[in-house]
């Protein structure tokens, strides 16, 4: 396969802060396998973000790593936070935190897909028989909400009380436009779309049902349409999560209930992301892959996080940015053939079994991507 320049998609790598670095490390080893060995065309530029360049520029964000960013189609992108946080100035790291890049690039669609590993059912929280099948997604809408809306913050009050203040708001637009991305993807998977809102309580979540229902008897009747509560369906993920196939979400409560869906998959540290943006006139759309999980402080540095959430990101980047399905569908492959051979790092080990460090688990990975090919 023959590539320029025009047509190779690039990719900005930003390890980022706490365990991000070192997860990051092994997903951008296996994008450069699949670079080398099946020639898919992309263009790989590292990034620093963070304390490091902070303390090195002043600048969380620096210049060059704007810029990489800015010329990139997608960015794997590994975690952001801890206590070092506390160096910098809460206005600078508010300046070029991801809620300002969600916002930037518009990257309204997040999707955070569950599959329940086969070869950890002993090793989940959950009973094997609860797992069987379990295979969703889950659609959090990115850019609206509660993180986003105003008026916000922290203000004394004339009796001397404070009282800290924030504002969910969602409109027409922002609930349409991710609805009927759940409605597509729908159609490709098994045709069910699960809505989930608080509206017996919050009048921006009646507006949400009213608008779903809505676009789904316009356009999208042929798709399952159901709704369900917050609070019911943080039960029922870990209940029967099988049933469910895409459930979209507003901000807030798609990012609780995805933590609850890791609980599926073994541990946080197994589920991928993808943030899209809208399609543009060229039919691009810019696109951010980061694991669920956050920046562990309490275990970076020591080499033994989970990199599988990293991995499978890059995956969802071969099929979601690349058009590259059947290179997404070998490295999902291979990374469940390493899980059937034992692979383990300790978050996702059974009692007594041996565990990988994080470069490990790497090196599983590519064994079993070697193996398959």
């Known amino acids: 396969m023959s590539t320029t320049s025009s047509n190779m998609l690039k990719v900005a790598v930003v ?23 099946r020639a898919v065309p992309v263009v790989l530029r590292e990034a620093q973000y963070g304390i490091v360049p902070y303390l090195a520029t002043g600048h969380v964000m620096p210049p060059d790593t704007v810029e990489a960013i800015e010329d990139a189609d997608a960015i ?49 929280p959950l009973k094997a028989s609860v797992l069987e099948g379990v295979n969703f997604i889950i659609l959090r ?4 909400g509660i993180y986003f809306g105003e008026p916000r913050g922290i203000e004394t009050l004339p009796d001397g009380r404070r009282r800290g203040f924030n504002t969910e708001v969602y409109t ?27 509206a017996n309580v919050l ?12 676009l789904h008897k316009a356009e999208f009747s042929d ?55 809208p399609v543009d006139r ?26 599988l959430g990293s991995i499978l990101s890059v995956a969802m980047m071969l099929r979601l940015s690349l058009d590259r399905a059947q290179d997404a569908a070998l490295l999902e492959n291979a990374v469940g053939t390493a899980l059937a051979r034992g692979a383990r790092t300790a978050d996702i080990a059974e009692k007594g079994a041996r565990t990988l460090n994080t470069s490990g688990m790497g090196d599983a990975v590519i064994d079993a991507l070697n193996a398959l090919v």
């Open 141 to 144: 809408e990115l850019t609206g």
């Open 223 to 277: 798709v399952e349409l159901s709704h369900m509560y917050v609070d019911n369906a943080a039960m029922q993920i870990v209940r029967a999560p099988a049933q469910f196939d895409v459930m979209v979400t507003g901000n807030i409560f798609g990012d609780i209930l995805s933590d609850c869906a890791a609980m599926c998959s073994g541990s946080l540290g197994m589920l991928p992301s993808a943030s899209l943006g």
């Open 282 to 307: 060229f039919g691009k759309r810019k696109a951010l892959f980061e694991p669920v999980h956050g920046s562990a402080p309490d275990i970076a540095g020591k080499g033994i996080a989970n990199p």
């Open 76 to 124: 794997l992108f590994g975690a952001t936070g801890g206590p070092e946080t506390k160096e910098v100035p809460p206005e600078v790291r508010k300046a070029a935190s991801l809620l300002k890049l969600r916002q930037k690039y518009d990257l309204y669609a997040n999707l955070r897909p569950v599959v329940a590993a086969p070869a950890l059912s002993e090793a989940a």
């Open 15 to 37: 390890g980022g802060e706490g365990i991000g670095p070192e997860v990051t490390a092994e997903a951008h080893r296996v994008l450069r396998w699949f670079v080398d060995k």
């Open 172 to 198: 027409t637009d922002k609930i349409q436009r991710v609805a009927r991305t759940a409605f597509e993807l729908a159609r490709e998977r098994r045709g069910k779309v699960c809505s989930v809102d608080k």
């Open 203 to 214: 009048e921006a979540s009646v507006l949400w049902r009213e608008e779903v229902i809505a």
